[in-house]
C-alpha cells in the first residue's frame, strides 16, 4: 500500500516520534558498550520506526503488548524514555523497578499490557483485553505487536479465530523485518502471504510499506475505525531489521550488500524527504527536531547511567503476592539445616 500525499500536520509528528525512537535506540546500543543494560540481550527496533503510523492511529485508552524488540512501539504510545533507559539499565526507578528489563517493560497506566521475550507471547493477553472491551462497551482496542517468527506461532491462529468469531476490537501487528533470529523469512514459510493467513480467518487485513510511515498510517486509521466497530484486523508492516538479531549478534548470515540494499529503505531518512520534497517542512526545521531528539535521548543515557540500582532489600518485592513472607537467603537455611543435624 502507498501513502497518498501529505496533507496534515500529523506527519511531521509522526517524523519526530521516529526520530525519538531512532535516537533512542542508538543510545540503548550505547549504553549496553559501556557495560550499562541489566543482561546481555538487546533487541534494537532500528529499521522499523514506521510502527508510528499505527501506535498514532491509537488513541488513550488503548491497550497493547509487545515482543522482545518494543522499545519503539512503547515510546509510540507516550512511554518515559528516562524511565525505559532506566529500566533498561536495571535500575530502580525504571518502569518495572529494574526487574523487566529491556525485554519484559510494562505500564498499565500507558496501556501497556506487558513486553514479551517468548515469541508470541503476549498475542493472547490482546484477545482478553478485547473481550473486555467488548463486554463493557468502553470503545477501546487492544493491539498485538509481534515479528514475522511469531507467524509460525499456534497462539496466533488461535488468537485470530477467536477475535475473529467473537467480533473483538483486536489487531493483529506484525512487524516484519524479514529475519527470526538468523533465519531469514522465505526459509522458514511456505507461503509468506501474512495478510492472506490472517482473512482467511475473517480478519480484515492489509500489508503496508514499512519504509512508508505514512501509508502505514493510512492503514491503520482504517483497521483501528473497523476494530473500534468489532472487526478485527491484522496489519503487516515490510519492514528491514538494520542490525543483527540482538546486539552482539554481528549478522553473518547476511551479507554486506543484502544489508547495504535493505538499509536503503530507512523510514526515518525516507519521511524526512517526503516532507522536504512536498513542502511539508524546511530542512533547519528537521535539523532541529534532530538535534532536539537526540539531546533528549543524551540525558536519558545519562540518568539511566547515574542512577541508583535498586537495593537489595526490594529483591521479592513485586514477586510474590502482597503479605508473602519474603524467602530466607540460601546461607541462611543452609544454616539452619546444618545447626538442626549438628543438634541431632
Known amino acids: 500500500m502507498t501513502a497518498a500525499p501529505l496533507a496534515n500536520a500529523g506527519a511531521l509528528a509522526r517524523y519526530r516520534m521516529m526520530r525519538r525512537i531512532r535516537s533512542f535506540e542508538e543510545r540503548v546500543g550505547e549504553l549496553f558498550l559501556k557495560g550499562g543494560s541489566a543482561g546481555s540481550m538487546l533487541h534494537l527496533s532500528i529499521g522499523e520506526e514506521a510502527v508510528v503510523g499505527l501506535t498514532d492511529a491509537m488513541r488513550d485508552g488503548d491497550s497493547f503488548t509487545t515482543h522482545h524488540r518494543g522499545h519503539g512501539v512503547f515510546l509510540g504510545r507516550g512511554g518515559d524514555p528516562n524511565r525505559m533507559m532506566a529500566e533498561i539499565a536495571g535500575k530502580e526507578d525504571g518502569y518495572c523497578r529494574g526487574k523487566g528489563g529491556s525485554m519484559h517493560i510494562a505500564d498499565r497506566a500507558l496501556g501497556h499490557l506487558g513486553a514479551n521475550a517468548i515469541v508470541g507471547g503476549g498475542i493472547p493477553h490482546v484477545v482478553g483485553a478485547g473481550l473486555t472491551y467488548r463486554n ?23 488468537s485470530m ?6 467480533r473483538l476490537p483486536v489487531i493483529f501487528c506484525c512487524i516484519n523485518n524479514q529475519y527470526g533470529m538468523g533465519t531469514r523469512v522465505d526459509r522458514s514459510a511456505g507461503a509468506r502471504d501474512f495478510p492472506a493467513r490472517a482473512a482467511a480467518f475473517g480478519l480484515a487485513a492489509a500489508r503496508a510499506d514499512g519504509a512508508q510511515v505514512e501509508a502505514v498510517h493510512d492503514a491503520a486509521r482504517d483497521l483501528v475505525a473497523g476494530a473500534r466497530e468489532g472487526r478485527p484486523g491484522f496489519l503487516e508492516i515490510d519492514a528491514y531489521r538494520f542490525f543483527g538479531h540482538a546486539r552482539m549478534d554481528k549478522s553473518p548470515y547476511r551479507t554486506p550488500e543484502e544489508e547495504a540494499e535493505g538499509r536503503l529503505r530507512d523510514p526515518v531518512a ?24 537526540g539531546a533528549e535521548m543524551d ?10 540500582p535498586p537495593p537489595l532489600s526490594t529483591m521479592f518485592q513485586d514477586v510474590y503476592a502482597p503479605g508473602t513472607p519474603a524467602p530466607r537467603p540460601q546461607a541462611a537455611r543452609l544454616a ?6 549438628l543438634r541431632a
Open 299 to 308: 540525558a536519558a543515557l545519562a540518568h539511566a547511567l547515574a542512577t541508583p
Open 336 to 341: 539452619a539445616i546444618l545447626a538442626e543435624e
Open 161 to 166: 479465530n477467536m477475535a475473529a468469531l467473537w
Open 136 to 158: 463493557r462497551g468502553t470503545g477501546q482496542i487492544s493491539v498485538a505487536f509481534f515479528g514475522d517468527g511469531a507467524m509460525s506461532q499456534g497462539i496466533l491462529y488461535e
Open 270 to 293: 525516507t519521511a524526512r524527504a517526503r516532507l522536504l520534497a512536498e513542502g511539508q517542512a524546511a530542512a533547519p526545521d528537521l535539523d532541529r527536531i534532530d538535534a532536539e531528539a
